[in-house]
Structure formats: structure tokens, C-alpha cells
């Protein structure tokens, strides 16, 4: 018997809607005023005249495909597939026979894999609008925008804003600017002018055509004198790189996001790197539907990394490797990156390269 997939179209007056899948298609009905069935995407299956009670017709619906199992929009988990209000909830258990109510399940699953899967067409685009994240980045981190000693950090993270709104598109999040200094324990943000010789950071994202990018770049302000970074801040950012590397090596579909990033820290700490991960989906929403790799915070097995790799997927590969930098007196500093990549099945490329070298700033 077929699935029955239940959840809330928001419309105006109301629509609720059944998927039915088999193995050959989807059928989908919608239980709305509307004779049209949304415009066209759904089977209208609901005369008010007939049947005043629109959750009756819902019951009377699923009683007439008596599906095995109902999965609705509840999910501890992911938050894509947990739309299901309370009194919805209800009102479908009121329109279901005692004996059908117990064929309800929570099941992510579908939900989730269409979100995370990236189309062909979409794939076409992606790599573009990456480069045009990119781009923006690029200009921020310039002679173009920044003069030592006088842009601040927020004067940059309002160029931004300003950059994006001109070019019709948007942030999916404010953007942020921060200030790695010699000698300062914490990044600095917020009023604070930058200074020749400070290492910038940027977590910058926008959304086009409905596909969102999310960025960390690193630049460098040049010193007088100097003709590029110094060599210890260069081993930190190719640490990163070597903790991207073993990320994305450690990608086979199947495994979960924990055992990604237990084989991925395993690789970097055996080369002697000092690694953290949190990387994640990121398609129709900036931290998408998937497995998450990791967090901030945990760097062990987390419940919201017990979901399967897939392939056809987009990823956000964000983490940070620590470094002691020589030339900052020994001072440990922490090196951010965060690219966007595709996942096929076999490899993970990145969809407008990676960066492995800084932006210079003076020069």
C-alpha cells in the first residue's frame, strides 16, 4: 500500500494535501477550497458543498488508500521537516480511525532528501553564483575599500551590504568582519580600525536564484616594506587547506556525519594539525538540509550527524586548523576557512576553487 505523506500548504484558505507515492510516481492531491488544486499541482480532492468538514475529506482520503504508514511533518531532528503545528496534529488525529491513527510515524527522510538533492540545472548555475560571492569578497579585501588606519571593521561589513544590495542580490545573513591582530587574544570587530599587519577575517553569504553561498575568506594587511604575508601566517592557512583535504577525502556516501568527522579529524591530527569541524548542507538554505559534520562546540558524535551522506549533494566545508605563528612571538592563532562544494558520489569538488593563499591588502 502507498506512504502517506501529510502537511500544511500555506495558503489562504487553507489547503491541506496527501502524497502517495509508489514505487512508479507521486500523487498528490490537495484537501482545499481551491477547484484548481493549486494551480495545477495538485489534484483537487475536496468539494465543501459535499462535505462541509475539511478534515473529514482529509480521513476519508487516507481510510480510502489505507496506507501503512503516514508520515507527517515531525521531526526532533531536522527542522525542515518539522512544520507540523500542534492543533494540525490534532485535527488529523481526530479524522483518522483509532486503528489508523497507529500507522503514524515521524520520518524525516523524504523531506530531507529532496532539499539536500541538487539538480543538474541547478549545478549549472551554482558554481556562478559562488564565483560571484567570491568576486565580492575579493573587491572587500582591496586597496579598493580598505585604508589601514583608517576602515574599520565595521566599514567594511556595511561595503558589503551596500555591494550586494547594488547588484540586486541578498545577504542571507550580516555579514561579519574580524580583525586577528599580534598580540590580541580575541579577534577584534565592530568599531575597531584596521591596522597594517593585522590578519582579516570574513564570514560573508548571499542567496541567488534561490541557492545560497556561505564564505570564510582570510586577507592580509601588508606592512611597509612588505611584499606579501609572513611565512608562519601561510603555514596556518595551508594547515587549513590540509584539514579541507582530509574532510573531503573522508566523503563516501553512506556514512553518517559522525563517521566523517571522526576519519577526517583522525587524518589531520595523525599529519600533526590541529583541526576543528563543523561543516554542513547548504543548497535552498544557507545551512541546509543533511547531516551536519561536527559543530563548533562538539567535536564528537552529535544525534543531528547520525544522517547518510548522498550523492548529488552541497556542502559547505567549514572548519579551522590552530597554528603558532613565529613571526607573532608563538602566538597560536586560529585559521578559518569555509568553501562551498558539490558531493557527485565519488568526489567533492569545489565549485569555485578554494582559497590558498591571502588577499593582500598595500600592495
Not at 488544486?37 to 480532492?45: E, K, N, R, S, T
Not at 576602515?151 to 544590495?165: C, G, M, N, P
Request: glycine share 8%; proline share 5%.
Amino acid at each position: 500500500m502507498p506512504r502517506c505523506w501529510m502537511r500544511r500548504i500555506c495558503t489562504p484558505g487553507g489547503a491541506r494535501s496527501c502524497y502517495s507515492s509508489t514505487p512508479a510516481a507521486a500523487r498528490r492531491w490537495s484537501v482545499s477550497p481551491s477547484a484548481a488544486g493549486l494551480a495545477g499541482l495538485f489534484q483537487p480532492a475536496w468539494n465543501p458543498d459535499q462535505e462541509p468538514d475539511q478534515w473529514k475529506q482529509l480521513g476519508k482520503l487516507i481510510a480510502e488508500r489505507d496506507p501503512k504508514r503516514i508520515g507527517i511533518n515531525s521531526s526532533a531532528l531536522s527542522q525542515f521537516s518539522d512544520g507540523l503545528t500542534l492543533s494540525q496534529y490534532e485535527g488529523l488525529v481526530s479524522a483518522l480511525s483509532p486503528q489508523m491513527r497507529s500507522h503514524i510515524v515521524k520520518d524525516h527522510d523524504l523531506a530531507v532528501r529532496w532539499l539536500e538533492t541538487r539538480s543538474a540545472g541547478e549545478m549549472k548555475t551554482y558554481p556562478q553564483v559562488v564565483r560571484m560571492a567570491h568576486s565580492i569578497i575579493a573587491e572587500a579585501f582591496s586597496n579598493a575599500v580598505i585604508e589601514p588606519d583608517k576602515t574599520s571593521a565595521d566599514d567594511v561589513v556595511w561595503w558589503l551590504r551596500e555591494k550586494v544590495s547594488s547588484l540586486g542580490l541578498q545577504v542571507w545573513f550580516q555579514p561579519s568582519i574580524g580583525i586577528i591582530r599580534q598580540g590580541s587574544k580575541t579577534m577584534l570587530e565592530g568599531d575597531e580600525i584596521i591596522r597594517k599587519g593585522d590578519l582579516l577575517w570574513t564570514d560573508f553569504g548571499i542567496t541567488y536564484l534561490g541557492l545560497n553561498t556561505d564564505t570564510q575568506h582570510l586577507a592580509y594587511v601588508l606592512k611597509d616594506g612588505e611584499q606579501d604575508a609572513p611565512q608562519g601566517l601561510k603555514a596556518g592557512l595551508l594547515a587549513a587547506n590540509q584539514v579541507q583535504d582530509a574532510l573531503t577525502s573522508s566523503f563516501k556516501p553512506g556514512l553518517t556525519g559522525n563517521q566523517m568527522l571522526a576519519e577526517a579529524r583522525a587524518k589531520a591530527i595523525a599529519k600533526g594539525l590541529k583541526p576543528s569541524i563543523y561543516s554542513h548542507p547548504i543548497g535552498f538554505h544557507g545551512h541546509g538540509a543533511g547531516s551536519s559534520i561536527g559543530f563548533w562546540d562538539n567535536q564528537k558524535a552529535d544525534p543531528k550527524g547520525e544522517y547518510r551522506l548522498r550523492a548529488n549533494t552541497a556542502w559547505s566545508i567549514e572548519l579551522n586548523a590552530k597554528s603558532i605563528v613565529p613571526e607573532w612571538n608563538g602566538q597560536e592563532v586560529e585559521f578559518r576557512l569555509e568553501e562551498d562544494a558539490y558531493f557527485d558520489g565519488t568526489d567533492v569538488t569545489y565549485l569555485d576553487d578554494r582559497q590558498s593563499q591571502f588577499d593582500l591588502i598595500g600592495k
